[in-house]
């Protein structure tokens, strides 16, 4: 009787033991993003203001976050085949995952020589002008929606830094940029920073973009988003970006 006592307290320490482990594998997760300072980047504090917000949330929840830099249609991939728990920081979800809330609101700008403004209230008003873009970077809709039809014509670059130099050489007009980027660059950016008392974000913005983590769909992706949309929603966005700037000397 004694032995069977003491097998049964032994194998419930051992299920007690293997639970505590399963549920804190659940917790550790692995996401996924690219370069794209002052957001994301392997050699940034925190790697990224997006990055130090999403480890925020998710360790008010319980969870610890190791975050991957890597290219962006890695970090999709990868993330939508199992690879990686999820990645950002995404305006939308590909298809098959799904998109947390909002983490930020981050200005989308066009960037501009001093010496040749541009002047426009809408995507509309730049016909006529070649405007620099991102290769695979969706923008603004209306000017999504004009460049695919030949009204404004785009010069695609593989970065925003490369954009930047096309503008500073009078190739294009303008370039579209977030508006934390341009400044990133052009404060850190070596073939850059001689140029930057001579280009300029246009005061008019083109856009206000969400970002977003994106996991998987299923019912574990969805449970993890649940917790982290109450956690996000509970940050003070506007602190932690201006601290994060602060500390970032941005």
Request: glycine share 8%; proline share 4%; aromatic share 8%.
């Amino acid at each position: 009787m004694l032995a069977r006592r003491a097998f049964c307290t032994a194998f419930a320490v051992t299920c007690a033991g293997l639970a505590t482990r399963i549920v804190n594998a659940a917790q550790q997760l692995t996401l996924a993003t690219s370069e794209w300072p002052p957001y994301t980047g392997s050699a940034l504090p925190d790697q990224g203001l997006v990055s130090s917000l999403i480890r925020l949330a998710l360790a008010a929840k319980g969870y610890t976050a190791t975050i991957e830099v890597v290219p962006w249609e890695r970090a999709k991939q990868g993330a939508l085949g199992g690879d990686y728990g999820g990645y950002f920081a995404a305006y939308e979800a590909a298809a098959g995952g799904v998109a947390s809330r909002s983490i930020l609101q981050t200005p989308l700008m066009i960037a501009q020589r001093k010496s040749a403004p541009l002047s426009f209230t809408n995507a509309g008003d730049l016909r006529g002008k070649t405007i620099g873009v991102v290769e695979g970077y969706s923008n603004e809709p209306e000017f999504d929606k004009l460049a695919a039809a030949g009204a404004i014509s785009t010069d695609p670059a593989s970065d925003d830094a490369g954009s930047l130099r096309k503008l500073v050489a009078g190739r294009i007009d303008g370039a579209i940029i977030d508006q934390y980027v341009f400044t990133y660059i052009m404060h850190n950016d070596d073939g850059l920073k001689a140029s930057i008392d001579t280009v300029e974000l246009n005061p008019t913005p083109l856009a206000n973009k969400a970002v977003h983590l994106v996991v998987k769909d299923t019912a574990a992706g969805r449970t993890l988003l649940n917790d982290f949309d109450q956690a996000i929603a509970a940050i003070d966005i506007k602190s932690a970006i201006a601290a994060y700037m602060e500390k970032a000397g941005l």
